[in-house]
T-cell receptor, first 111, second 117 residues
């Protein structure tokens, strides 16, 4: 069974701080997607990474796919209250075509 | 209109009630999904419909019954639920065959918050 472990599960920081969220597995994934879910809404796709070692940037968010395609990280620089939400990683299996979700990291950025 | 619309947004039902959740997608996608989201647990895939045929049923109890009358609409019929079924039920759609690594991005609705009393 493929599993994705996200850490930390909960993070509360002050505006302006930097943070990193991790998504780890013992399985290899063909792709890794990151979603953000705000209260009262559904998850929204932020980025998809496909190649081992790939780095993608989305404004203050930096996403990296591990070289072995078993893990990923999300780094936020100078966090803002608008970054508050639940961050979900989802690994894609080329064998099954399924997406496996992590349990999520809840981020709270205080003004 | 938003891409994926779910109704109702909130639902409270007793264990003997029968209710239905509705999902409609306006994105022209060919696949639709039901997920269950519970606190501190990963999203649980319940059902997948591809081209209106059910292709996935993840050992979901029979008290949950999906229906996909066409590629734009998806229902989840509920009957004799248990309190542990209380959760956020998310509908999603995707366009199969266009995602990288065969894992097309999902477009989610805002969910139905279900409470079973």
């Amino acid at each position: 069974t493929q599993l994705l472990e996200q850490s930390p599960q909960f993070l509360s920081i002050q505006e302006g701080e930097n943070l990193t969220v991790y998504c780890n597995s013992s399985s290899v994934f063909s792709s890794l997607q990151w979603y953000r879910q705000e209260p009262g809404e559904g998850p929204v796709l932020l980025v998809t990474v496909v190649t081992g070692g790939e780095v993608k940037k989305l404004k203050r968010l930096t996403f990296q796919f591990g070289d072995a395609r078993k893990d990923s990280s999300l780094h936020i620089t100078a966090a803002q209250p608008g970054d508050t939400g639940l961050y979900l990683c989802a690994g894609g299996s080329s064998n099954t075509g399924k997406l496996i979700f992590g349990q999520g990291t809840t981020l709270q950025v205080k003004p | 209109e938003t891409g994926v619309t779910q109704t109702p947004r909130h639902l409270v039902m007793g264990m003997t009630n029968k209710k239905s959740l509705k999902c409609e997608q306006h994105l022209g996608h060919n696949a639709m999904y039901w997920y269950k989201q519970s606190a501190k647990k990963p999203l649980e895939l319940m059902f997948v419909y591809s081209l209106e045929e059910r292709v996935e049923n993840n050992s979901v109890p029979s008290r949950f019954s999906p229906e996909c009358p066409n590629s734009s609409h998806l229902f989840l019929h509920l009957h004799t639920l248990q309190p542990e079924d209380s959760a956020l039920y998310l509908c999603a759609s995707s366009q199969e065959g266009q995602g990288v690594g065969n894992n097309s991005p999902l477009h989610f609705g805002n969910g139905t918050r279900l409470t079973v009393t």
